[in-house]
């Protein structure tokens, strides 16, 4: 068996399949809570989790519509299965987004060949009494029927979400400042992963009115918007591209990897963790949430042609043991959303590297503990 296809698993069992989208519809469901524990802590502002808040929810329609998509697979040859990443993220992999947006733009004409959901359902009311059997095929139009109108309605998380700039105020005259935030599912990684940067803008047009210099801005943010690539490198290449925006602070956060006894396969001590916790079915699970900062420390002039100069950011880096150097960033955080079983487990085994990790313990009655 190669790498990729130990990697990349296929579910091929009804009931398995809808049990991961049942996990996955809690942990999206605690994610909108920690956000709002993070404000609650000054560590987001109100803006930040409007703009995460939005995000999250478009995850949570993604994988509704994934969920009615593969809503019999194993039943039928044709039904399709799902594809996710057992080894590294957990999480669908990137091509199966892919495959949805191809969907989303063919969705119209899907649904204008199908039968409307109420005459689905009447067609198998009539199966089952007139001629006794269970519609199963019926059942899975109507799954399909229920998918292309999740992507109709759009508001998704896709694998591109392209930025969009939200206006903070002036700071003082012709210097604007602006939020740019954008999101990507990585192909890398497997990952769903927002961007959020603050920019000043010296331009003459304000830049989401400035169809020159947008369109360059928005392209040159999704080309450099990979896992791979450090904070730095991002600022560092926005900056000296842009002679009139000025990047101050860019942040990017990783929602994930999920582990999970049931489905994942990673190393390592948060699998270990959760052997030992025995948790029952739904709580068997752990989310890593990583938050990576880069701010500008001072604001710089260089020489720009044979008259001018223009101004250049100064990044400031993590100064702990050469860390910042080697994470590219000013800070990074790391965070794990945990069910109290395993938490419980975490803290009787305290495996090395987790004395640092903020943990978020979430209930089934929706509260949110958090722990250093």
């Given at each position: 068996m190669t790498d990729a296809a130990y990697d990349h698993f296929?579910?091929?069992?009804?009931r398995v399949t809808r049990r991961y989208f049942g996990k996955f519809e809690k942990i999206i469901g605690h994610l909108g809570r920690?956000?709002?524990t993070l404000e609650a802590e000054n560590r987001l502002s109100k803006r930040d989790v409007e703009v995460m808040t939005r995000y999250i929810v478009g995850l949570n329609y993604t994988f509704q519509a994934l969920a009615h998509k593969y809503h019999f697979s194993g039943r039928f040859a044709h039904a399709g299965k799902l594809t996710f990443d057992r080894v590294e993220s957990g999480f669908p992999v990137h091509n199966e987004l892919l495959s949805m947006a191809n969907d989303a733009a063919q969705a119209d004409k899907h649904l204008a060949g199908m039968r409307s959901v109420e005459q689905l359902k009447q067609d198998m009311v009539r199966v089952i009494l007139n001629e006794q059997e269970i519609p199963t095929k019926l059942q899975y139009a109507l799954s399909q029927r229920l998918y292309y109108e999740e992507l109709q309605k759009g508001e998704l998380f896709w694998a591109r979400n392209d930025p969009t700039a939200v206006w903070l105020g002036n700071k003082?005259?012709?210097?604007?400042?602006?939020?740019?935030?954008?999101?990507v599912y990585d192909s890398m990684i497997?990952?769903?992963?927002i961007y959020m940067m603050e920019v000043e803008d010296t331009g003459r047009i304000g830049l989401p009115k400035d169809d020159r210099r947008w369109p360059e801005v928005q392209a040159h943010l999704m080309a450099q918007s990979l896992g791979g690539l450090k904070l730095l490198t991002i600022a560092k290449g926005f900056d000296e591209d842009f002679d009139d925006l000025h990047p101050k602070r860019l942040r990017r956060f990783h929602v994930g990897p999920m582990y999970s006894n049931a489905f994942t396969r990673q190393a390592g001590p948060l699998?270990?963790?959760l052997e030992l916790a025995r948790a029952p079915?739904?709580?068997d699970?752990?989310?890593v949430w990583t938050e990576e900062e880069l701010v500008s420390s001072e604001t710089r002039r260089e020489k720009s042609g044979w008259f001018g100069t223009v101004e250049r950011e100064t990044f400031a880096l993590d100064p702990f043991a050469g860390h910042?150097?080697?994470?590219?960033?000013?800070?990074v955080e790391r965070s794990i959303i945990l069910p109290q079983r395993p938490y419980q487990a975490l803290e009787e085994r305290k495996p090395a590297g987790f004395n640092d990790v903020r943990k978020f313990v979430v209930s089934p009655n929706g509260s949110v503990l958090s722990y250093k």
């Open positions: 296929q579910l091929e069992d009804t920690v956000a709002a003082q005259k012709m210097r604007r400042e602006f939020m740019v935030h954008w999101a497997n990952l769903p992963t699998r270990e963790v079915v739904g709580e699970w752990a989310l910042g150097a080697e994470s590219g960033a000013t800070k």
